[in-house]
């Protein structure tokens, strides 16, 4: 592999993940939050199935490892928090602007290098130690500010709690990134996606249309499925701080987007927390 192919992974998954924020808050209008998360999950998972059987032949699918007896805490945490945070995520994105809830997705950083330190006793370098107070600091700015696009709410939180489960899940999905990638996005996919659905279910959520289905699904194949696929490839040989640090450009992809669809209107708060993340950003892939 080329010493440059992980770097193209993560940015690749950066990219497909980006489309999450901008085009889930479309689909809010016509779907529940929590029966949102499952069909993007869902979508994930069947995607990635397809590809599995239509090229189960192949060199590549060959040479993968299966999962193992010894990976199920990690395999069963990585789909216990896939379940959580995007149902955190929808419903703190209906509550709050696309844009903002784009920016606010780089806190993942901060999540992922703590717990990788804490947890997993990865090492941390000066420079992510400074990326990540500028990022938390950013966060803070986006989340606080009492104004109409980018005031302190409920929204905010739930969307950097979902930050947080993802960091945690990022590391658990490290643990296992040896084994193929198809078989743990598709069980990130079936056992989040079903998890939800059945909570949505077993709650009253209406059933969406039919075209609001598909387009969840389609969705979930790119931003879930697919982002996870090349992100996981990714992690394979940068680790999982790394990983996520070159990650980060999604939230930008994903601000301006919400601009282009939505035409949220840009505020010096907006743009002064936009600048600090950059520069975080910046440090963090240093």
Aim: charged residues 10%; contains cysteine; proline residues 3%.
């Amino acid at each position: 592999m080329r010493r440059n192919t992980p770097v193209l992974l993560a940015v690749l998954a950066a990219a497909l993940y980006a489309l999450n924020s901008p085009l889930s808050k479309l689909l809010l209008s016509e779907a529940d939050p929590m029966m949102m998360a499952g069909l993007l999950y869902s979508g994930a998972g069947i995607g990635m199935l397809i590809i599995r059987i239509c090229g189960r032949n192949t060199a590549l699918l060959k040479k993968e490892k299966p999962l193992t007896k010894k990976d199920l805490p990690y395999t069963a945490g990585m789909v216990m928090l896939d379940t959580a945070a995007p149902i955190l995520m929808m419903y703190g994105l209906k509550m709050t602007d696309s844009a903002s809830a784009s920016l606010l997705n780089n806190f993942e950083i901060v999540a992922t290098a703590l717990i990788a330190l804490l947890v997993f006793r990865e090492r941390i370098s000066k420079r992510l130690w400074a990326a990540i107070v500028l990022i938390t600091a950013a966060s803070i700015m986006l989340s606080s500010e009492g104004i109409e696009s980018l005031d302190f709410s409920i929204g905010s939180v739930l969307v950097l709690l979902a930050c947080t489960c993802w960091g945690l899940e990022n590391n658990c999905t490290r643990m296992i990134s040896g084994s193929s990638p198809f078989e743990i996005v598709i069980i990130k996919g079936f056992g989040a996606g079903a998890s939800s659905l059945v909570l949505a279910l077993a709650t009253g959520k209406a059933i969406p249309a039919a075209d609001t289905i598909i387009a969840a699904l389609v969705l979930g194949f790119a931003s879930y499925g697919l982002s996870v696929f090349f992100y996981v490839y990714a992690q394979r040989w940068l680790g999982a701080a790394r990983t996520s640090a070159w990650y980060a450009v999604s939230p930008f992809i994903g601000a301006a987007l919400s601009f282009l669809i939505f035409r949220t209107p840009l505020t010096g708060t907006y743009l002064a927390a936009l600048a600090v993340m950059i520069a975080g950003s910046v440090l963090a892939a240093g």
